[in-house]
């Protein structure tokens, strides 16, 4: 019965999500540089945001039905110095927010991290979605939309404990002539997904900026947006990390133009461009708070090391499947905006990535602004 409630909620959960990028792909141990990485980074695009688009049947049943999960590090067993023995689920999206964890994931595998960890890495946010109705994920990475949209339609179930990544999107052209937001006036700009983050993004900005007469072009994920920008069919384009590193590697014509957390940060100061975040089961962190304080802390120290350890990170980013070359690694990595940000400074740029998301469409966090007790504020 319990069982069947879960699958119930967890489909009542997707109306009205869909998330950005399809599967993956594997590419094959000799392929090129440039092949290899395409689905690792096609996969990170599911990253940056749930649309506010219509969900089917068929989206649905790809939640209850899926099974398909990448393995990961786990750690089996008693830890170094745990406080609390109970094992944490940890799930994570392939992509900036799982290349922030390499680090505990190693230690992890390696029984030298302080907290009980198993972790696995999914490619769509629906799965995530799945375990954590089910209770056998108790803390995930998931898009910060994501987390709204959870929370208001498992009415609390869910709390944010931390952003996880700030902004990863980037205009990608081979114009030179582009240097500034106002550049695009009266240019074609391809994005993937309609009504998801990097949608939103872009209006916003534009708006901002008082900028008029840009083309926007939607297709269904960002391999099809690279293709048709190299194909000569837009002038430029909008990609999510790694994923825009990718496209600079695979067409030497093309760069990166703009970074679009910076021309965030330029018009929103109360708020940044916020990508990723981690939520925890509000039940699991009631019941087990020192587990919860353990992996904040674990989680903040492996963030610090993805930013500081770049040759490091990125041999453990390919250990883990989440990118196929290292070259490719070390060049994503300081553009992923990997960070770790808590408390009141998470609540602060969080709510108001929110309100300006809910002022463009409320059905971006759900319908409503989520309330305080969203916030994981553990002292």
Same mark, same amino acid.
Request: proline content about 3%; hydrophobic content about 40%; overall charge negative.
């Given at each position: 019965?319990?069982?069947?409630?879960?699958?119930?909620?967890?489909?009542?959960?997707?109306?009205?999500?869909?998330?950005?990028?399809?599967?993956?792909?594997?590419?094959?141990?000799?392929? *090129?540089?440039?092949?290899?990485?395409?689905?690792? =980074?096609?996969?990170?695009?599911?990253?940056?945001?749930?649309?506010?688009?219509?969900?089917?049947?068929?989206?649905?049943?790809?939640?209850?039905?899926?099974?398909?999960?990448? *393995?990961?590090?786990?750690?089996?067993?008693?830890?170094?110095?745990?406080?609390?023995?109970?094992?944490?689920?940890?799930?994570?999206?392939?992509?900036?927010?799982?290349?922030?964890?390499?680090?505990?994931?190693?230690?992890? =595998?390696?029984?030298?991290?302080?907290?009980?960890?198993?972790?696995?890495?999914?490619?769509?946010?629906?799965?995530?979605?799945?375990?954590?109705?089910?209770?056998?994920?108790?803390?995930?990475?998931?898009?910060?939309?994501?987390?709204?949209?959870? !929370?208001?339609?498992?009415?609390? =179930?869910?709390? +944010?404990?931390?952003?996880?990544?700030? @902004?990863?999107? !980037?205009?990608?052209?081979?114009?030179?002539?582009?240097?500034?937001?106002?550049?695009?006036?009266?240019?074609? +700009? +391809?994005?993937?997904?309609? @009504?998801?983050?990097?949608?939103?993004?872009?209006?916003?900005?534009?708006?901002?900026?008082?900028?008029?007469?840009?083309?926007?072009?939607?297709?269904?994920?960002?391999?099809?947006?690279?293709?048709?920008?190299?194909?000569?069919?837009?002038?430029?384009?909008?990609?999510?990390?790694?994923?825009?590193? +990718?496209?600079?590697?695979?067409?030497?014509?093309?760069?990166?133009?703009?970074?679009?957390?910076?021309?965030?940060?330029?018009?929103?100061?109360?708020?940044?461009?916020?990508?990723?975040?981690?939520?925890?089961?509000?039940?699991?962190?009631?019941?087990?708070?020192?587990?919860?304080?353990?992996?904040?802390?674990?989680?903040?120290?492996?963030?610090?090391?993805?930013?500081?350890?770049?040759?490091?990170?990125?041999?453990?980013?390919?250990?883990?499947?989440?990118?196929?070359?290292?070259?490719?690694?070390?060049? =994503?990595?300081?553009?992923?905006?990997?960070?770790?940000?808590?408390?009141?400074?998470?609540?602060?740029?969080?709510?108001?990535?929110?309100?300006?998301?809910?002022?463009?469409?409320?059905?971006?966090?759900? @319908?409503?602004?989520?309330?305080?007790?969203? !916030?994981?504020?553990?002292?």
């Amino acid at each position: 019965m319990k069982k069947k409630i879960a699958m119930l909620l967890c489909a009542a959960l997707l109306t009205g999500v869909v998330a950005g990028c399809g599967a993956s792909t594997k590419g094959e141990s000799g392929a *090129s540089t440039s092949s290899a990485v395409a689905s690792s =980074a096609q996969e990170s695009g599911s990253e940056v945001g749930f649309s506010a688009g219509e969900s089917g049947s068929d989206v649905a049943a790809t939640a209850l039905e899926s099974t398909s999960s990448t *393995s990961a590090a786990s750690g089996d067993g008693t830890q170094a110095e745990a406080k609390d023995d109970t094992v944490v689920h940890v799930a994570s999206l392939k992509g900036p927010t799982t290349m922030g964890l390499v680090s505990l994931m190693e230690k992890s =595998a390696k029984k030298e991290a302080k907290g009980n960890y198993e972790f696995r890495m999914e490619t769509m946010p629906d799965a995530l979605m799945k375990g954590i109705v089910s209770k056998e994920i108790d803390i995930a990475l998931i898009p910060a939309n994501a987390a709204a949209v959870w !929370y208001n339609k498992t009415k609390g =179930a869910v709390q +944010v404990i931390d952003i996880n990544t700030l @902004g990863v999107l !980037y205009v990608v052209s081979a114009d030179d002539q582009i240097k500034t937001l106002s550049d695009l006036k009266g240019k074609s +700009v +391809v994005l993937p997904n309609k @009504g998801a983050t990097p949608d939103y993004a872009m209006q916003y900005l534009l708006k901002e900026n008082k900028v008029s007469d840009v083309s926007l072009n939607y297709v269904s994920e960002a391999t099809e947006a690279l293709t048709d920008l190299s194909a000569g069919k837009y002038d430029a384009a909008v990609l999510p990390q790694p994923f825009a590193t +990718v496209a600079t590697i695979k067409n030497q014509k093309l760069k990166t133009v703009l970074n679009l957390q910076e021309e965030w940060d330029k018009v929103a100061k109360d708020s940044k461009l916020v990508t990723g975040v981690t939520v925890v089961r509000t039940e699991f962190a009631k019941e087990h708070p020192e587990a919860v304080k353990t992996f904040m802390e674990e989680h903040k120290a492996s963030a610090a090391f993805a930013n500081e350890n770049t040759d490091e990170a990125a041999a453990l980013v390919v250990k883990q499947g989440i990118i196929e070359k290292e070259p490719i690694a070390k060049q =994503a990595l300081p553009k992923c905006n990997i960070t770790y940000i808590d408390g009141k400074e998470m609540e602060s740029l969080l709510s108001g990535y929110l309100k300006t998301l809910f002022d463009l469409n409320p059905k971006m966090v759900g @319908g409503t602004m989520p309330d305080e007790s969203f !916030y994981y504020l553990a002292k």
